[in-house]
């Protein structure tokens, strides 16, 4: 699987003032942050609820650890994924690219908080995310960081010429980096991993969709068994746009 290379560098172009110190951008860094406790108790007391006599409070400490597994099977292999929306994670992503979080904001059952550029001005020595693709080409890496370079100076004297950042902005990268916080039911985490975790993914999207399912699973192991790309647990979805590399498949549930 491609990664950005392990320390891009940012360049100013030649003739500014002042070189350019090689940079390293910061690594990706997901984090989780809250999630539900016992999240797996809850999605088996909310869907055990619909049926029955006693209350969710009562189903709390009634059900022993046997029916809750129970339970989730039915849940899991059944399909009634409505359960599944009463537990979520909220995850801290930061050292990524705007181009990766315009892809991640379109899965529209989850709540951001973003980064603003409008509000937050960028004076210091700015990060920038080099895909791998770029960072393996020596003369594309240079043109690569020359235009982020060159973009960034606009948009840096356009601040001093007392621009509004929210005007200034237009001037920036989708390889500038930026900061993220993520909220999602698990229904929609389970979504998210078969589309994003899947080879066929953007990498850096991908990177962060794997990232999240290591972090999520250990509380929630048996939902999460068979998550992520659908060749874990089948025939891969893509049709003819298959990367004929599946994954290896998950164990079935008990």
């Not at 860094?29 to 809850?42: G, K, Y």
């Not at 929609?188 to 990498?203: D, G, I, P, S, V």
């Not at 999520?216 to 089948?234: L, M, N, Q």
Request: contains cysteine; glycine residues 4%.
């Amino acid at each position: 699987m491609g990664r950005r290379g392990d320390s891009p560098l940012f360049v100013y172009p030649v003739g500014t003032q002042r070189p350019f110190a090689d940079l390293e951008s910061e690594p990706m860094d997901v984090r989780l942050l809250f999630s539900t406790p016992d999240p797996e108790r809850a999605v088996a007391v909310a869907a055990r609820v619909c049926y029955a006599p006693i209350g969710a409070a009562e189903l709390m400490e009634a059900m022993d650890d046997d029916a809750v597994r129970r339970v989730l099977r039915t849940i899991m292999t059944s399909g009634h994924f409505s359960a599944l929306e009463h537990a979520s994670f909220t995850f801290a992503i930061d050292g990524v690219s705007r181009a990766m979080t315009h892809q991640l904001v379109r899965h529209r059952l989850a709540s951001y908080n973003q980064q603003s550029q409008r509000y937050v001005s960028y004076t210091d020595d700015p990060r920038f995310i080099v895909p791998p693709d770029v960072d393996a080409n020596p003369a594309v890496r240079v043109a690569f960081l020359g235009a982020c370079a060159s973009a960034f100076l606009s948009y840096r004297e356009a601040i001093e010429a007392g621009v509004a950042a929210e005007d200034a902005r237009y001037l920036l990268p989708n390889a500038m980096e930026t900061k993220i916080v993520v909220t999602m039911n698990i229904r929609e985490m389970l979504h998210f991993f078969e589309l994003r975790c899947c080879k066929r993914a953007q990498w850096e999207i991908r990177d962060v969709a794997l990232r999240m399912l290591e972090l999520a699973s250990p509380s929630a192991p048996y939902i999460f068994s068979d998550a992520g790309a659908s060749c874990r647990r089948g025939p891969c979805r893509e049709g003819k746009m298959t990367c004929g590399d599946p994954y290896e498949r998950a164990l079935k549930r008990d």
